[in-house]
């Protein structure tokens, strides 16, 4: 859709925190639209595309629909879109549709559908990016965005209520940008308050106006829940507008003031110490585990700059949940389709700390030659008493880190399933969870003579090295073992789009300066570490779903389940989410717990159809049949812990590989 003129930059900054929901337009709608014909309709000469228009029914703020040149409402997507079109791969497979049918497809998946989405800009063009699809009628009568606070994890609902009406602190509403116009009510936890918020300086920072009193209804979950047909997490709800007036009128006559509330102490406790839920993120027992480390904070920032000046466009939240693997495990592994920059990212993210190339930063390319650990180490010649390393040069480097245990050194095996890892690599595997005290390496025996003093017998493996490998996932690579499984993340980094990258590599001009941070072992290991994991480290709905899964799992092949070792996996990674200066989490406590399910879970979930459809669910033509994980996902339990949205694509994409190739990896 073509603007009168380009947005200014802060406009499009504030658009991106921004969701709308509507509908596909009908012909009549279009009939005074020149150029648009057909609610889904071929885009171009060649017509290698498939436009799609979407009559927007919540709010759309001045600043944008005063670009428009017509005031019908109407937004256009595009199968052009990197991220619409890995939408429909989820939607309708549109990948593995003949072109003649991807129309008509697209048409049904989005026909009488109410369809959440956000707008992206490029130059004077605006356009649509798709989230969702509720298979609901969309109401005629249109619909308000209702927003949810976002609360740092020591914040409880007594905080939040003291902001809005005791010291009145600024709030944060992370989905309504001060774009819209002011929000008149906030849903939170059961509680719809009816406010007066002025704005701050942050684009979705707000503060209750001084004097006038905030209004409250409790219990309206179920009543909320009713007039609500679509969300984004728990910080939007897009609520009918024909209802919200009923639900007005409701107000008049129930509402309790919230002042009187906090002044006469009906609630019997101080702010940080009440209304914890068990099972909720806020839970008061998981507080002390998040201090924002501004050392840490830094370092993710380089990282983020850099990747950008390198071209390597990853997701923020996929370079942060990388980070978050590595500081908490000897060993991470990034995978995904070739051509991504998985390497590169392993390698950047070593230069960013200080390390540099060929030294304290080595790459190893695995071949598919390789079968024993002699290969990447070296061996023992027991007649002339010498030690031959290996042309990788690992050895070399474990003992310069050895002998230097306060800087950090990394390891990157690059395409390391080339070969079957559990082969080449083996002793490294026993010794992920060693004590750093007994984690020693043996090259040979300590009573073998030996001439060069420079080897001996074993190498100390420090908590100073970080292992990370790289894999592809294809006919050429081999699967790795549960055992592996269990003592490693394996991270599918998500690209940005073609044109996301384009708008971020013409804001840089140097991409060749790597800017650096000296960082120590002390430092990555301790001082941005919050502990040894434990069980007390998840809540009480986190350890029930687990528990749950487990169930799933070992119900069918005892040989399988999430052992105690994957838990305190979960729970060391959940305890070491970054935090920004505000004191919130860079990614949700909700997002790292889908990907540690993802991660750590569902990857050993492979095979023949016997086992693995009635986890993961199947497909009859279209439609997808859940199967007993994802009805675990979308039960209360799981969403009271996470919405699994990776987890989700992750069950999906088996499904689909049953379908196709009767296994499933």
Same mark, same amino acid.
């Given at each position: 859709?073509?603007?009168?003129?380009?947005?200014?930059?802060? =406009?499009?900054?504030?658009?991106?925190?921004?969701?709308?929901?509507? #509908?596909?337009?009908?012909?009549?709608?279009?009939?005074?639209?020149?150029?648009?014909?057909?609610?889904?309709? *071929?885009?171009?000469?060649?017509?290698?595309?498939?436009?799609?228009?979407?009559?927007?029914?919540?709010?759309?703020?001045?600043?944008?629909?005063?670009?428009?040149?017509?005031?019908?409402?109407?937004?256009?997507?595009?199968?052009?879109?990197?991220?619409?079109?890995?939408?429909?791969?989820?939607?309708?497979?549109?990948?593995?549709?003949?072109?003649?049918?991807?129309?008509?497809?697209?048409?049904?998946?989005?026909?009488?559908?109410?369809?959440? /989405?956000?707008?992206?800009?490029?130059?004077?063009?605006?356009?649509?990016?798709?989230?969702?699809?509720?298979?609901?009628?969309?109401?005629?009568?249109?619909?308000?965005?209702?927003?949810?606070?976002?609360?740092?994890?020591?914040?409880?609902?007594?905080?939040?209520?003291?902001?809005?009406?005791?010291?009145?602190?600024?709030?944060?509403?992370?989905?309504?940008?001060?774009?819209?116009?002011?929000?008149?009510?906030?849903? *939170?936890?059961?509680?719809?308050?009816?406010?007066?918020?002025?704005?701050?300086?942050?684009?979705?920072?707000?503060?209750?106006?001084?004097?006038?009193?905030?209004?409250?209804?409790? +219990?309206?979950?179920?009543?909320?829940?009713?007039?609500?047909?679509?969300?984004?997490?728990?910080?939007?709800?897009?609520?009918?507008?024909?209802?919200?007036?009923?639900?007005?009128?409701?107000?008049?006559?129930?509402?309790?003031?919230?002042? #009187?509330?906090?002044?006469?102490?009906?609630?019997?406790?101080?702010?940080?110490?009440?209304?914890?839920?068990?099972?909720?993120?806020?839970?008061?027992?998981?507080?002390?585990?998040?201090?924002?480390?501004?050392?840490?904070?830094?370092?993710?920032?380089?990282?983020?700059?850099?990747?950008?000046?390198?071209?390597?466009?990853?997701?923020?939240?996929?370079?942060?949940?990388?980070?978050?693997?590595?500081?908490?495990?000897?060993?991470?592994?990034?995978?995904?389709?070739?051509?991504?920059?998985?390497?590169?990212?392993?390698?950047?993210?070593?230069?960013?700390?200080?390390?540099? *190339?060929?030294?304290?930063?080595?790459?190893?390319?695995?071949?598919?030659?390789?079968?024993?650990?002699?290969?990447?180490?070296?061996?023992?010649?027991?007649?002339?008493?010498?030690?031959?390393?290996?042309?990788?040069?690992?050895?070399?480097?474990?003992?310069?880190?050895?002998?230097?245990?306060?800087?950090?050194?990394?390891?990157?095996?690059?395409?390391?399933?080339?070969?079957?890892?559990? +082969?080449?690599?083996?002793?490294?595997?026993?010794?992920?969870?060693?004590?750093?005290?007994?984690?020693?390496?043996?090259?040979?025996?300590?009573?073998?003579?030996? +001439?060069?003093?420079?080897?001996?017998?074993?190498?100390?493996?420090?908590?100073?090295?970080?292992?990370?490998?790289?894999?592809?996932?294809?006919?050429?690579? $081999?699967?790795?073992?549960?055992?592996?499984?269990?003592?490693?993340?394996?991270?599918?980094?998500? $690209?940005?789009?073609?044109?996301?990258?384009?708008?971020?590599?013409?804001?840089?001009?140097?991409?060749?300066?790597?800017?650096?941070?000296?960082?120590?072992?002390?430092?990555?290991?301790?001082?941005?570490?919050?502990?040894?994991?434990?069980?007390?480290?998840?809540?009480?709905?986190?350890?029930?779903?687990?528990?749950?899964?487990?169930?799933?799992?070992?119900?069918?092949?005892?040989?399988?389940?999430?052992?105690?070792?994957?838990?305190?996996?979960?729970?060391?990674?959940?305890?070491?989410?970054?935090?920004?200066?505000?004191?919130?989490?860079?990614?949700? #406590?909700?997002?790292?717990?889908?990907?540690?399910?993802?991660?750590?879970?569902?990857?050993? =979930?492979?095979?023949?159809?016997? /086992?693995?459809?009635?986890?993961?669910?199947? *497909?009859?033509?279209?439609?997808?049949?859940?199967?007993?994980?994802?009805?675990?996902?979308?039960?209360?339990?799981?969403?009271?812990?996470?919405?699994?949205?990776?987890?989700?694509?992750?069950?999906?994409? $088996?499904? $689909?590989?049953?379908?196709?190739?009767?296994?499933?990896?």
């Amino acid at each position: 859709m073509k603007l009168k003129r380009r947005l200014n930059p802060e =406009i499009q900054r504030k658009l991106d925190d921004a969701f709308f929901v509507g #509908r596909l337009v009908t012909e009549d709608e279009l009939a005074l639209t020149p150029n648009f014909y057909e609610p889904v309709e *071929y885009q171009g000469e060649l017509q290698d595309y498939i436009q799609f228009h979407i009559k927007c029914l919540s709010p759309i703020p001045h600043e944008l629909s005063k670009q428009f040149y017509y005031s019908n409402d109407i937004f256009t997507g595009s199968t052009a879109s990197d991220h619409n079109y890995e939408k429909f791969r989820e939607w309708i497979r549109i990948d593995y549709l003949p072109h003649v049918e991807v129309k008509e497809k697209i048409f049904e998946c989005l026909q009488d559908k109410l369809i959440v /989405f956000q707008l992206s800009c490029y130059n004077d063009y605006i356009n649509v990016e798709l989230v969702q699809v509720e298979n609901i009628q969309p109401a005629a009568g249109g619909y308000t965005p209702i927003p949810g606070p976002q609360l740092r994890l020591d914040e409880t609902k007594s905080d939040f209520e003291n902001k809005l009406s005791g010291d009145r602190r600024p709030i944060v509403l992370k989905y309504y940008p001060s774009l819209f116009e002011l929000p008149e009510f906030i849903y *939170y936890q059961g509680t719809l308050y009816h406010v007066a918020l002025k704005t701050n300086l942050n684009a979705t920072t707000y503060s209750q106006e001084e004097g006038v009193d905030v209004l409250f209804l409790e +219990h309206m979950e179920a009543d909320f829940s009713n007039i609500v047909d679509a969300r984004v997490d728990d910080l939007l709800y897009f609520v009918q507008t024909d209802a919200l007036k009923t639900l007005k009128a409701r107000f008049e006559q129930e509402a309790n003031s919230l002042s #009187r509330k906090l002044t006469v102490g009906e609630t019997a406790t101080q702010p940080g110490t009440a209304d914890v839920v068990q099972g909720d993120y806020s839970d008061a027992a998981l507080t002390s585990r998040y201090v924002f480390n501004e050392s840490e904070w830094n370092f993710l920032n380089l990282l983020k700059m850099n990747a950008r000046k390198k071209a390597l466009f990853f997701q923020d939240e996929d370079l942060i949940a990388f980070h978050i693997s590595v500081k908490t495990n000897m060993l991470s592994i990034i995978g995904g389709m070739s051509g991504t920059g998985k390497s590169q990212l392993a390698q950047l993210y070593g230069e960013t700390m200080g390390l540099t *190339y060929g030294k304290e930063l080595l790459l190893i390319p695995v071949s598919p030659s390789y079968h024993e650990p002699n290969d990447v180490l070296g061996y023992y010649n027991p007649t002339t008493g010498v030690y031959h390393e290996s042309e990788t040069g690992l050895v070399r480097l474990l003992l310069e880190a050895e002998a230097h245990p306060e800087r950090m050194y990394m390891v990157v095996f690059d395409e390391m399933n080339l070969s079957q890892v559990e +082969h080449w690599f083996s002793p490294f595997i026993s010794l992920l969870e060693v004590d750093p005290d007994k984690r020693y390496l043996t090259l040979f025996h300590a009573d073998s003579r030996f +001439h060069d003093e420079m080897y001996k017998p074993k190498v100390k493996i420090g908590d100073n090295i970080i292992f990370v490998g790289t894999v592809n996932f294809d006919d050429t690579t $081999k699967e790795f073992s549960d055992r592996l499984l269990d003592r490693t993340n394996v991270i599918r980094p998500s $690209k940005l789009s073609f044109r996301e990258a384009y708008n971020i590599v013409s804001t840089f001009d140097d991409t060749t300066n790597v800017q650096t941070m000296e960082v120590s072992a002390k430092l990555f290991r301790e001082e941005w570490v919050s502990g040894a994991p434990s069980l007390n480290s998840l809540t009480e709905a986190e350890l029930t779903f687990l528990d749950e899964l487990h169930t799933l799992l070992n119900n069918d092949d005892s040989q399988k389940g999430v052992s105690f070792r994957v838990v305190l996996g979960i729970a060391g990674y959940l305890s070491n989410i970054p935090v920004n200066p505000d004191g919130l989490l860079m990614i949700s #406590r909700g997002q790292a717990f889908d990907r540690q399910v993802e991660q750590r879970i569902l990857t050993k =979930i492979k095979g023949f159809e016997s /086992f693995v459809t009635p986890l993961v669910g199947s *497909y009859s033509g279209d439609e997808y049949i859940e199967g007993d994980i994802m009805k675990l996902i979308r039960s209360e339990l799981g969403q009271k812990v996470s919405t699994f949205e990776r987890s989700v694509n992750a069950l999906k994409r $088996k499904a $689909k590989e049953l379908m196709l190739y009767g296994f499933a990896h």
